[in-house]
Nanobody, 123 residues
Framework: QVQLVESGGGLVQAGESLRLSCAASGRTFRLYAMGWFRQAPGKEREFVAA???????TYYADSVKGRFTISRDNTKNTDLQMNSLKPEDTAVYYC?????????????????WGQGTQVTVSS
């Protein structure tokens, strides 16, 4: 069992940065790949970034590549550093955990989800 709690959301202006954190509980955290997804009002949840269990591989949506960086430690934390934020990045951001070997770009691959944290970028 893995429980996830996100933090770090807020209101920023375009061009500014935010760092989201996801704290996981459970002994098996290191066995799971971790991902970040986001959902804007009236839109489907979309993939943002993911990182493998050993942090050997990272994956990004084209819309955030070069601006966002995902990282994790060996204990319980997975972070999303978001730079050069744009108004279109406004959404609720969720962290999630998926078994090793999953298709990390697909929300259906993830077993555990956090409650989400709001990110609002003003123009």
């Amino acid at each position: 069992q893995v429980q996830l709690v996100e933090s770090g959301g807020g209101l920023v202006q375009a061009g500014e940065s935010l760092r989201l954190s996801c704290a996981a509980s459970g002994r098996t955290f290191r066995l799971y790949a971790m991902g970040w997804f986001r959902q804007a009002p009236g839109k489907e949840r979309e993939f943002v970034a993911a990182i493998s269990g050993g942090a050997f591989s990272t994956y990004y949506a084209d819309s955030v590549k070069g601006r966002f960086t995902i990282s994790r430690d060996n204990t319980k934390n997975t972070d999303l550093q978001m730079n050069s934020l744009k108004p279109e990045d406004t959404a609720v951001y969720y962290c999630a955990a998926a078994p090793a070997g999953s298709n990390l770009a697909s929300a259906g691959s993830y077993t555990y989800w956090g409650q989400g944290t709001q990110v609002t970028v003003s123009s």
